[in-house]
């Protein structure tokens, strides 16, 4: 163990490791871990200075030391957490190490009301995006019910709510008046009531964004909502043959990046045997994974949703990390948690989604009967990637029916 605490020491302070001095106060430590477990987890080394001096911590105090670090956890600390506790020698001189996992029931706070996160190689009070990101990817607050500012109701096109509630319900909502639609539209999640005026919701753009001219209410009130589609023609990403801001309404919106990506697909060959075969254009992969991408991403995030295509190559990274305790692993597994609940619910009745966590697996699936076809998914900060990889050789220029 010391030599890998040797080899931590040199590396420096990080965005998972903190030094601390024996003399770190209560109200500093739980700071250090609440901002830890607020992101993906850590170590602090108390015996260490930020310089990566070895000070140690006095025999007197070692005894002591674990029963202090553990009460701050549970009393300075809510929720209260149980981190991993251990003494080590290093030069001779005992060192204490706190391993912090990532949270099971973020944010945490300190009991003076901080929500503290860790970032690069210092913790800092949350924004209040930040703080905002932090309740939602615990589940706690769902952002695609909140009312957008400044859109009204005039933004929404109520001839397409009509027939989504006609075709979904069977509820016709030509008889209904004003009350009556305002009260639907609430109860729908698909607007709020603020200042005794109807706004409409995230959701509500989402689906239900009218149009004036070429620009849709989504671009001009909700414009990290969009998806940018770009496909280059060469592997240094250089030359872009296409491009495309989308900001239709869901679920037109992946039709439309759907049909991008078909003009745009160049047919490939991969050699099976002792023949040669073309591979199809993998649309139901393609569409779940598009599907994922609008009904998982962060929408409190300022980007797009974002479709690179180059030779043998289509990315789709949607900003936001994995929600809570979701991994990869357990995305394959089938286990999924819905950031955004009322746009899971709206995909689910276009028929565009279940809520089963069997998208993930299917494109698997898919993916393993396809000779030529290789998937990777990538979780990291705020993105979420997904990297179909496939046979480019021969290539050209085709046209799908």
């Not at 869901?250 to 990506?261: C, F, N, R, V």
Request: glycine share 6%; net charge neutral.
């Amino acid at each position: 163990m010391e030599k890998e605490i040797r080899q931590i020491i040199q590396d420096g302070e990080n965005s998972l490791v903190e030094f601390k001095t024996p003399d770190v106060s209560p109200q500093s430590l739980a700071e250090e871990i609440s901002a830890f477990a607020n992101v993906r987890g850590g170590e602090i080394f108390i015996g260490i200075s930020d310089d990566g001096r070895v000070s140690g911590i006095d025999k007197a105090r070692i005894k002591n030391l674990e029963e202090a670090v553990m009460n701050i956890c549970r009393n300075n600390i809510l929720p209260p957490l149980i981190p991993m506790f251990e003494t080590t020698t290093v030069d001779g001189k005992v060192i204490a190490r706190i391993q912090v996992s990532e949270g099971l029931e973020k944010p945490y706070q300190t009991a003076s009301g901080k929500y503290m996160i860790r970032v690069g190689s210092t913790k800092r009070n949350s924004s209040r995006q930040e703080l905002l990101r932090l309740f939602q990817n615990a589940g706690v607050v769902h952002i695609d019910g909140k009312p957008v500012p400044g859109a009204s109701k005039q933004d929404l096109d109520l001839d397409k709510i009509k027939r989504y509630f006609k075709d979904v319900y069977e509820l016709d909502m030509g008889s209904m008046d004003e009350v009556e639609t305002r009260a639907l539209l609430v109860n729908a999640s698909l607007a709020e009531i603020v200042h005794a005026k109807l706004c409409p919701s995230m959701a509500g753009l989402l689906f239900f964004s009218r149009k004036e001219g070429v620009v849709t209410a989504l671009e001009k009130y909700l414009p990290q909502a969009g998806i940018q589609f770009v496909y280059y023609q060469d592997q240094d990403l250089e030359d872009i043959f296409d491009r495309l801001d989308c900001y239709d309404p869901s679920p037109e919106a992946i039709d439309t990046i759907l049909h991008k990506l078909k003009l745009n697909w160049k047919t490939s060959s991969v050699i099976r045997g002792m023949k040669r075969e073309e591979l199809k254009f993998p649309e139901g992969v393609l569409r779940e994974l598009l599907v994922n991408a609008v009904v998982h991403r962060d929408y409190s995030i300022h980007a797009k949703i974002q479709i690179k295509m180059q030779p043998g190559i289509i990315e789709i990274t949607n900003p936001g990390r994995l929600i809570n305790t979701v991994t990869i692993e357990k995305m394959k597994a089938g286990i999924s948690i819905s950031r955004n609940p009322i746009i899971l619910k709206f995909m689910q009745n276009y028929r565009y989604a279940d809520q089963l966590g069997r998208g993930i697996p299917m494109v698997f699936r898919k993916i393993s009967a396809m000779p030529g076809f290789s998937i990777h998914l990538e979780a990291r900060d705020e993105m979420f990637k997904a990297r179909l990889e496939f046979s480019s050789e021969n290539c050209r220029r085709g046209v799908i029916p």
